[in-house]
């Protein structure tokens, strides 16, 4: 097998995976355990994912951070840093991505 078969096989793999996804939160599951699959682990095993609602009350992913440290992606993942203008900012913009996609 070529390496571009080899692509190919991953991302239909991949594309499958996320229409079996439900929610927002489960593809971003999905993807971490793949990233640790690939030992993406070893190099950034701190991850962390910051949270906002949106207009309807449910909690959407808006950030997520791997780091080396600990201390590093609590930080960038906490209110002081992720403010709740900035969450906003970035829940607007997946919106924004969402309806192009669609």
Wanted: hydrophobic share 40%.
């Amino acid at each position: 097998m070529n390496e571009d078969d080899l692509i190919e096989v991953v991302e239909n793999l991949v594309r499958q995976v996320s229409f079996m996804c439900e929610t927002k939160q489960d593809v971003l599951k999905f993807w971490i355990h793949f990233g640790r699959l690939l030992g993406l682990d070893h190099s950034l095993p701190h991850v962390r994912v910051a949270m906002t609602e949106d207009k309807k009350g449910n909690l959407q992913p808006v950030v997520l951070v791997a780091t080396p440290s600990p201390e590093l992606s609590e930080y960038l993942t906490s209110t002081h840093t992720i403010t709740e203008k900035i969450a906003d900012i970035c829940l607007e913009e997946i919106e924004n991505i969402n309806r192009k996609a669609h």
